[in-house]
């Protein structure tokens, strides 16, 4: 059974730091690009980071979030983390994790973020 677990969600004043986990059961985690997104309020889910498979490593990010946000893996843990530094009221969303190979897809649950004073 295919899981995507997300944790670390909360509220944190602006400037403040979050961490967000992943952690991922029932397939081959080493295969899929993981992703970030985020959907906002009457907003549309949008993507946030992600980083490729582990032959090809590398990581893309979002514009709003270039320089403060910093996606990662952990293979041995089957877990993807997302580093949120210098958060600002508008990153406030409900975060999601995603995995995706080829045409398969899957989503976690979601773990909110606020970001208010």
């Known amino acids: 059974q295919v899981q995507l677990v997300e944790s670390g969600g909360g509220l944190v004043q602006p400037g403040g730091s979050l961490r967000l986990s992943c952690a991922a059961s029932?397939?081959?985690?080493?295969?899929?690009?993981m992703s970030w997104y985020r959907q906002a309020p009457g907003k549309e889910r949008e993507l946030v980071a992600t980083i490729f498979a582990v032959i090809f490593g590398n990581t893309n990010y979002a514009d709003s979030v270039k320089g403060r946000f910093t996606i990662s893996r952990d293979n041995t843990k089957n877990t993807v983390y997302l580093q949120m530094n210098s958060l600002k009221p508008e990153d406030t969303a409900v975060y999601y994790c995603?995995?995706?190979?080829?045409?398969?897809?899957?989503w976690g649950q979601g773990t909110q973020v606020t970001v208010s004073s």
């Open positions: 029932g397939f081959t985690f080493t295969r899929y690009a």
């Open positions: 995603n995995a995706i190979y080829g045409q398969t897809k899957y």
